[in-house]
């Protein structure tokens, strides 16, 4: 009969060795899933870890300034060049992310280019 299963096949789905490596199987997965996440966890955690308490943030203008291009611009690119927003809702740049900025665009020779 269709949709019945015969003793055989039950016996075969309950077999405690196949059940066990299947488990065993699924709790590897899970760990590695797991060791993944962490690793994506700590990336996260680092790329957004705010500066030490002794950095000094610098202001959008400061940052027209030190990179040669308009506020407006450095507004556009607030993720690039490291910077957030306050409580107070004041944007702020990290100084020590904006110089990565910075060698980053030199190494590729086109920091200073665009529109101011």
């Known amino acids: 009969m269709a949709g019945q299963s015969s003793a055989a ?20 997965a899970a760990e590695e899933r797991a060791a993944r996440d962490r690793k994506l966890a700590a990336k996260i955690v ?11 943030y610098i202001t959008c203008e400061q940052v027209a300034e030190r990179i040669g291009m308009s506020p407006r611009w450095v507004r556009r690119h607030v993720e690039e060049l490291g910077g957030f927003y306050m409580t107070d809702n004041a944007l ?9 900025y910075i060698k980053r665009r030199q190494a590729m020779g086109d920091l200073g ?3 101011r």
């Open 9 to 28: 096949e039950i016996q075969d789905a309950l077999d405690p060795l196949d059940l066990a490596k299947e488990l065993t199987e699924s709790a590897a």
């Open 46 to 56: 680092q790329l957004h870890k705010p500066a030490s308490q002794s950095t000094k």
């Open 92 to 100: 702020r740049f990290d100084p020590v992310k904006l110089e990565e």
């Open 113 to 115: 280019r665009g529109g």
